[in-house]
């Protein structure tokens, strides 16, 4: 398809372009939901250490961290699907060293596995923005709440599957806490598959042409000069409103995270069953995206400090539900994780909102994977502070100790000028 022929039918190509990226996002979270209490209990029956159980999440989270930035530049060099299927593809491998680490008892490998998953987190994050490299301004939310919506109903999916995934690999003579990698090295080769056979033509190059196209027949349009992300982030450093907005993000992350990991742990400690452990994380994941169209009307409705100060008050309360629960509580730590990702989703949205305002339009590329960064290396961080405080006191403990940044953010609101 030509650049004129794509110019003439853009809506068709858009819908398109949703609809691939949305089916890639069911599949990635079908696959990568269920690992995440899958590899916090599979590093705690290896290490026999409930300390480490919490480093599965966090090496998984310092993958999306690291792949970030190579994603962004993947996408700069060779366009959306090569970008994509690269973060995919690395996922399924990352499945297949982890289902050999969890099989042999080899922690070092389950943790390279659990590293290499992380990125296809960073390649989910980044498919939310592809949706919107054709899209006009009046539908840009649109196009990009439908991708969201796909990684809902995958996520949301995927942790239900535990179980079986389990019992497949029981049949196959491998440990049932494998299962979910099982899975996830199948789903993401399925997501690997459609994004290089339909997400053509690739959205980001053509919106590069178009935009190519238009400077030369406009010489007076100049396109600004890109800026780097380790400049980025010190500009964002010397802003009070950007550095409150990417705190925000960082926050809402550690603190989902923290929480969120070690629940699984928890509700282990008294024989919780797979699937009802599943049944907790697929509603804490449904709190996290399912409301995020209606979190974003509140965002532009009410503004932006004020739905992070709502999610301030949502994670509180989160904890407290969560913290006073017991592991075989599930109907409780059901509502407590819900509202974990309630209030994760609020500082998420008017975060990253706030921060695209504050900064100058060329920088915008770079802040985004900044923003990535550090919320994965705080959410990284929130993963090994949790399996500290829970071994050396309790997960109750765990979620005090997890407000603290949380009050403090809602003490910088009040400052907030």
Wanted: glycine fraction near 12%; charge should be positive; charged fraction near 10%.
């Amino acid at each position: 398809m030509t650049l004129p022929e794509i110019s003439r039918d853009t809506e068709k190509l858009e819908g398109k372009v949703v609809r691939t990226l949305a089916s890639a996002q069911i599949l990635n979270g079908v696959g990568t939901a269920g690992t995440v209490a899958a590899g916090s209990l599979l590093v705690s029956s290896i290490s026999h250490s409930e300390t480490l159980a919490g480093l599965a999440q966090t090496t998984a989270v310092l993958g999306a961290a690291a792949m970030a930035i190579p994603l962004s530049r993947l996408t700069n060099f060779g366009g959306r699907r090569l970008a994509l299927s690269v973060g995919y593809l690395t996922g399924v491998v990352g499945a297949i060293i982890a289902i050999l680490g969890g099989t042999n008892q080899k922690l070092f490998l389950m943790l390279i596995g659990t590293f290499l998953v992380g990125a296809a987190s960073a390649a989910g994050y980044q498919a939310r923005f592809a949706a919107v490299d054709l899209a006009s301004e009046s539908s840009r939310s649109r196009k990009l709440s439908i991708v969201v919506w796909g990684s809902t109903v995958g996520a949301v999916t995927g942790p239900n599957l535990m179980e079986p995934a389990g019992n497949v690999a029981e049949n196959l003579g491998l440990p049932r806490l494998v299962g979910p990698y099982l899975l996830a090295g199948v789903t993401l080769t399925l997501a690997t598959c459609v994004i290089v056979i339909f997400l053509k033509p690739d959205p980001y190059l053509v919106a590069r042409g178009i935009r190519s196209q238009a400077q030369r027949n406009h010489p007076d349009i100049q396109p600004k000069e890109s800026v780097g992300t380790l400049k980025t982030i010190r500009a964002i450093s010397r802003q009070p409103r950007a550095l409150f907005a990417i705190s925000a993000i960082g926050i809402g992350h550690l603190v989902m995270v923290a929480i969120m990991v070690m629940t699984p742990v928890h509700m282990a400690h008294v024989d919780v069953t797979l699937s009802i452990i599943g049944l907790v994380i697929s509603v804490h994941v449904a709190g996290m995206y399912s409301l995020s169209p209606l979190i974003g009307y509140v965002s532009d409705r009410f503004g932006r400090v004020r739905t992070i100060q709502l999610g301030i008050f949502i994670l509180l309360a989160a904890a407290l539900i969560a913290g006073r629960s017991p592991g075989n509580s599930a109907p409780s730590l059901a509502l407590g994780l819900f509202l974990l990702g309630l209030g994760w989703s609020c500082t998420l949205i008017a975060g990253s909102t706030l921060l695209s305002e504050v900064v100058d339009q060329s920088a915008r590329t770079a802040t985004q994977g900044a923003s990535d960064l550090i919320m994965n290396l705080m959410g990284a961080g929130g993963g090994v502070m949790a399996g500290i405080v829970i071994s050396v006191l309790s997960y109750g403990w765990l979620c005090v100790f997890a407000s603290v940044p949380v009050v403090l953010l809602g003490i910088w609101t009040l400052r907030l000028k």
